[in-house]
């Protein structure tokens, strides 16, 4: 499996499964909120500069 093939997985993944890939990202952001208290702003900025990665983009 060469690499172009691996990419088009991980694409095709992403635009199968991206409501799941976007609650996953939210959990994670909660997490971190949680774990980095006073950093809700820079976490919220974060998760959503990667939710702007996930196919189906809001």
């Not at 088009?8 to 909660?30: I, W």
């Amino acid at each position: 499996m060469g690499l172009d093939d691996m990419k088009k997985k991980a694409q095709d993944f992403g635009e199968k499964h991206s409501d799941k890939l976007r609650e996953g990202a939210d959990k994670v952001g909660d997490t971190a909120k949680e774990r980095l208290g006073g950093h809700e702003e820079q976490v919220d900025k974060v998760v959503g500069k990667g939710k702007d990665y996930i196919p189906g983009g809001e």
